[in-house]
């Protein structure tokens, strides 16, 4: 499954103190276009793009399929324009990647959504110094949530009949 996020920094961050309390105020914002694929089977993916624009999610789709070459794959999206694009699906032909595109407004049929909230959820907890450890802090939590199988168990129970007869 691929979607894309775009993420700033919460400005709070919260902490234990042992007499008055004090607010740590982090004023710097950063920015993360990040591409995720989250697989059932074969290894997940997340990169940095500058822009979300086709040629973008055609790269993204080329990295998915040389990091996972001999597993069959399927990319749940939303309807965004680089995603339906002309360009993309027949890119995504060609790489022997099949599209599934989910009903707008209706992100809950994704579960890479729940690693997009969990890296949310991540990120406010921290207090990022600088755009490499806030990439860093995305990636990681990216890799550790991807690895659960959880987020997907209860969605399988549903559309995995429907998955297999597309490959």
């Not at 059932?40 to 979300?52: A, D, K, L, Q």
């Amino acid at each position: 499954m691929v979607s894309q996020n775009c993420t700033a920094i919460s400005k709070k961050q919260r902490f234990w103190s042992f007499g008055k309390p004090t607010i740590a105020r982090n004023t710097s914002k950063y920015r993360a276009n990040t591409f995720g694929f989250y697989p059932i089977n074969g290894r997940e993916v997340v990169e940095f793009m500058e822009h979300s624009t086709s040629k973008y999610v055609c790269e993204f789709l080329r990295t998915i399929r040389d990091k996972n070459p001999v597993v069959g794959i399927i990319i749940l999206l939303d309807n965004a324009r680089s995603h339906i694009a002309e360009a993309t699906k027949k890119f995504a032909e060609s790489l022997g990647i099949v599209l599934v595109f989910i009903p707008p407004y209706s992100p809950d049929l994704n579960p890479i959504e729940q690693i997009w909230k969990g890296i949310r959820r991540r990120i406010s907890q921290v207090f990022v110094k600088s755009e490499w450890a806030f990439r860093e802090t995305i990636r990681t939590t990216f890799h550790r949530l991807a690895k659960k199988p959880s987020f997907m168990e209860n969605w399988l129970k549903v559309f995995q009949p429907v998955l297999s007869n597309l490959l």
